[in-house]
């Protein structure tokens, strides 16, 4: 194990749920962060899908230094080295290529690439990984296929993302391969609209109130 993946570990499991947030402006990404940290989430998934996600992820890495920022809907090497120079504490992928995971190697970055076969995972294994993310998980198999991996796969360990909600979460936590999971249903578009954070904190509290 590299130490970025075993840093990569570690941040998962300080993690019960990563929240995935998609930045609708600076200022909302910034409150995001505050609203989220002092409900005491420790790691969250900021993805690039739009043209202020850069600068929305290095305005909460600057204002909630204490808490693990990384990239989310990280596709090209370009942005692997630039959310690494950035601060970023970690890059997640919606898939897996070796061009992506030779990048996070280079930049010593903790990386999360997305997998939902087999040889998708050995693939990742083949460059020393050992932590990925299962996406998407609902529809690529659920908890049954996650289950299934630990078998063959002993050594890989998993945050599954897609589809997941508060009542499936436990489904798949409870699962001995799987660290954490990840989830955009604290900060829903709706709630965004309304600058609602006192429901993204009750969301957020609520992940305390897990059984699995
Ligand atoms: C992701 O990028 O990880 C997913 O879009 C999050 O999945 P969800 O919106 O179904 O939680």
């Not at 995001?32 to 002092?38: E, N, S, T, Y």
């Amino acid at each position: 194990m590299s130490d970025a993946d075993s840093r990569m570990r570690d941040i998962m499991s300080r993690a019960t749920v990563i929240p995935v947030y998609t930045p609708g402006s600076i200022e909302e990404a910034i409150q995001v962060a505050r609203v989220l940290a002092r409900s005491g989430i420790e790691v969250i998934e900021v993805t690039l899908r739009n043209g202020i996600a850069m600068d929305a992820l290095k305005a909460m890495i600057e204002v909630t230094p204490g808490i693990a920022i990384g990239a989310g809907t990280v596709v090209t090497t370009r942005q692997m080295e630039t959310v690494a120079a950035m601060g970023a504490a970690f890059a997640v992928s919606p898939g897996t290529t070796p061009s992506l995971i030779s990048a996070s190697q280079h930049a010593n970055l903790p990386y999360l690439p997305g997998i939902a076969t087999a040889s998708e995972l050995m693939q990742g294994m083949q460059f020393g990984l050992s932590c990925f993310k299962f996406f998407p998980a609902a529809q690529a198999g659920g908890p049954a296929l996650l289950s299934a991996f630990s078998g063959p796969f002993s050594d890989a360990v998993f945050c599954p993302t897609g589809g997941i909600t508060l009542k499936t979460a436990p489904d798949y936590l409870r699962l001995k391969n799987v660290l954490c999971v990840g989830g955009s249903w604290l900060t829903t578009p709706e709630r965004l609209a309304k600058s609602d954070w006192q429901g993204i904190e009750d969301a957020a509290k609520a992940i305390n109130t897990l059984v699995y």
